[in-house]
């Protein structure tokens, strides 16, 4: 069955420190990826995807994530982090189901802590 | 504005009652989807619709039921037989398409006491 890893349930940073979220996944052919993010309470907003070309892909906010096949992980990134990011991380692998149909399956999360 | 509509917010229903949490989208996707979300355990899907009429179990169906009689509506009942259903319920619609990304509802927490 395919899952996602993510190995650090929470993450501290300085504001305007760089910031990397580890997501590792478990998939037979190349993968669709995402990265999710919740604030307390509310829904998920999409922050980014792959499907395949450049491994390096932008999103909004400022995040970045890379793709790297050899070690099954799609990493998210931010050069310096804003308050404002603190909030909980999801990265998702996108999965054909038996019924050939598509859903996502999500990671445990993890929630990223900004101190001034 | 398009998007998902999940009500109420907050519910609160005695032990042993069945509970319907509504969920409704105007953004004409096929897809939609329920959620379960626990602390510490992400998102676990409970069931999803690929199109009206249709709908099949996630990982985690027992308790729960569905149904998808509208395009636009997918309402959750949690059933008494459900052992733990205090949880956050998150509602998504998204195309069908590979890689497509969902769209979410602003969630229902629920709480049975």
């Known amino acids: 069955a395919q899952s996602v890893t993510q190995p650090d349930i929470h993450i501290t940073v300085s504001e305007g420190a760089s910031l990397e979220l580890r997501c590792n996944y478990s998939y037979g052919a190349t993968p669709y990826l995402f990265w999710y993010v919740q604030s307390p309470g509310q829904g998920l907003q999409l922050l980014l995807k792959y499907f395949s070309g450049d491994t390096l892909v932008q999103g909004i906010k400022g995040f970045e994530a890379e793709f790297k096949r050899s070690q099954s992980s799609f990493n998210l990134r931010k050069p310096s982090v804003h308050w404002s990011d603190a909030a909980e991380y999801f990265c998702?692998?996108?999965?054909?189901?038996?019924?050939?149909?598509?859903?996502?399956?999500f990671g445990a999360g993890t929630r990223l802590f900004v101190k001034a | 504005d398009g998007g998902i509509t999940q009500s109420p917010k907050y519910l609160f229903r005695k032990e042993g009652q069945n509970v319907t949490l509504s969920c409704e989208q105007n953004?004409?996707?096929?897809?939609m989807y329920w959620y379960r979300q626990d602390p510490g355990q992400g998102l676990r899907l409970i069931y999803y619709s690929q199109i009206v009429n249709d709908f099949q179990k996630g990982d985690i169906a027992e308790g729960y039921s569905v149904s998808r009689e509208k395009k636009e509506s997918f309402p959750l009942t949690v059933t008494s037989a459900q052992k733990n259903p205090t949880a956050f319920y998150l509602c998504?619609?998204?195309?069908?398409?590979?890689?497509?990304?969902?769209?979410f509802g602003q969630g229902t927490r629920l709480t049975v006491v």
């Open positions: 998702a692998v996108g999965d054909l189901s038996d019924t050939g149909g598509f859903k996502t399956i």
């Open positions: 998504a619609s998204s195309i069908v398409a590979g890689g497509a990304e969902a769209f």
């Open positions: 953004l004409n996707h096929d897809a």
